[in-house]
Nanobody, 123 residues
């Protein structure tokens, strides 16, 4: 089993930055591709970013590309999301996800999920 715990959310002003972390309780973290998703109230869960097993490849949604950076440290069983130039529309609960065989933007393909961390962008 894989347990994922997100942290680093909070309240930030527009234009500010936050760094989210996802800690994984798993024997071989590098065996899992990872992703970040977000869900605003009343909306579906949306893809934010994904990173391959080794971290050599990344992908981003169009809405965050150029502002967010996904990374991972396989020696620490951790994944990160650096969020810069935050906008009010980035407000959502952010979830990390893991899967052994899938790497991409479809949330239904990921087998393991954290409970989420709230990000609120407001002045």
């Amino acid at each position: 089993q894989v347990q994922l715990v997100e942290s680093g959310g909070g309240l930030v002003q527009p234009g500010g930055s936050l760094r989210l972390s996802c800690a994984a309780s798993v024997r071989t973290f590098s065996a899992y591709a990872m992703g970040w998703f977000r869900q605003a109230p009343g909306k579906e869960r949306d893809f934010v970013a994904a990173i391959s097993w080794s971290g050599s490849s990344t992908m981003y949604s169009a809405s965050v590309k150029g502002r967010f950076t996904i990374s991972r440290d396989n020696t620490k069983n951790a994944m990160y999301l650096q969020m810069d130039s935050l906008k009010p529309e980035d407000t959502a609960v952010y979830y990390c996800a893991a899967d052994r065989s899938y790497w991409g933007s479809t949330y239904r393909e990921y087998d393991y999920w954290g409970r989420g961390t709230q990000v609120t962008v407001s002045s």
